[in-house]
């Protein structure tokens, strides 16, 4: 009956957590986003003509949409961050209490997990921006092609358009794939390596 009880209160805690995350991320997410958003156009429209002189319309187009995603990305992680830090902390302290070695133990897996995180960052930062810069191609190609549509039928340009958009949108599908095989490997080897932690633990 006593460990029903205390199983009963981990998932209630773990519940409680998960819903508490949930509405934080939620509320920074919204107030936030309107926030960042006029800021940033702020800060766009007093940059000088010659930054819009040396960019295609799709690649300030595609820098201005990105906030969204960094917004979202930089409010998850600062919740999750202070939410898991805080139950890190105290799962820590009564790991010490319980067994030094243990809690040595439990330290170098996650020092191995930070390692593995900085290392796969840098690729993953990478192939971002790469992404970044053929969503911007794409955009490009397609409001090019919608503003002079007229003279792209007079000229019977419709298959070579259509060609160019294509090829950018497999360029950034390509970039897409890349970038979830990365977060997926980490995902993988994420769960391999706190698992084999638990069950050490258990």
């Known amino acids: 009956l006593v460990m029903t009880l205390g199983f009963m209160l981990v998932i209630a805690i773990q ?23 006029s800021n940033l156009f702020s800060h766009l429209m007093k940059l000088p ?4 002189e040396k960019r295609h319309m799709g690649d ?38 319980y067994s030094l070695p243990l809690t040595g133990f439990v330290l170098g897996v996650f020092a191995a997990y ?34 002079g549509v007229q003279a792209i039928k007079l000229a019977n340009k419709q298959a070579d358009r259509s060609a160019r958009l294509a090829n950018a949108t497999l360029e950034m599908a390509g970039r897409d794939v890349v ?8 995902g993988v080897v994420n769960q391999c390596l706190f698992g084999l932690l638990r069950a050490s633990l258990i």
């Open 49 to 52: 003509l010659a930054y819009f």
């Open 179 to 186: 970038v979830q095989r990365i977060a997926l490997s980490f």
């Open 114 to 147: 930070v390692l593995l995180r900085c290392a796969m960052y840098r690729t993953l930062w990478r192939t971002t921006e790469e992404q970044l810069v053929y969503g911007a191609k794409q955009q490009t190609v397609l409001m090019e092609s919608v503003r």
């Open 60 to 97: 300030v187009v595609s820098r201005f949409s990105s906030i969204h995603s960094i917004q979202a990305t930089l409010t998850g992680s600062f919740v999750e961050a202070l939410l898991d830090g805080a139950m890190g902390i105290l799962a820590l302290v009564i790991l010490c209490v």
């Open 15 to 37: 519940a409680g957590l998960t819903l508490a995350r949930a509405w934080l991320l939620s509320w920074l997410g919204a107030s936030l986003s309107a926030q960042w958003t």
